[in-house]
């Protein structure tokens, strides 16, 4: 399908409510990935191949979700990883 910027005049966008929903998809992403990548340390992944970066990424990413399932099942906001750790 390719990639669909949202158009930065609104007045030139042809289909202002696709804009509006590429911007909050981009919005939910940026919001959990900014975590993942700090915590995680995501950007920092070097390896020696294809097959233990795809694994160190998928284990990163992993290790996000059960934090993010535990605190919905402990009833916190579901990006609370610092109360994971006090309590």
Same mark, same amino acid.
């Given at each position: ?23 909050? %998809?981009?919005? +939910?992403? &940026? +919001?959990?990935?900014?975590?993942? %990548? &700090? /915590? ?15 694994? /160190? ?7 996000? +979700?059960? %934090? ?7 009833? /916190? ?11």
């Amino acid at each position: 399908m390719g990639r669909l910027p949202s158009f930065k005049n609104r007045s030139t966008d042809p289909d202002p409510q696709r804009s509006r929903r590429l911007s909050r %998809a981009r919005r +939910t992403i &940026e +919001t959990v990935f900014g975590p993942l %990548a &700090e /915590r995680f340390c995501i950007k920092r992944t070097w390896a020696r191949d294809l097959w233990r970066l795809s694994h /160190r990424v998928i284990r990163k990413v992993l290790g996000h +979700t059960v %934090a993010v399932w535990i605190n919905r099942a402990l009833g /916190r906001r579901p990006l609370d990883f610092d109360g994971l750790a006090a309590g």
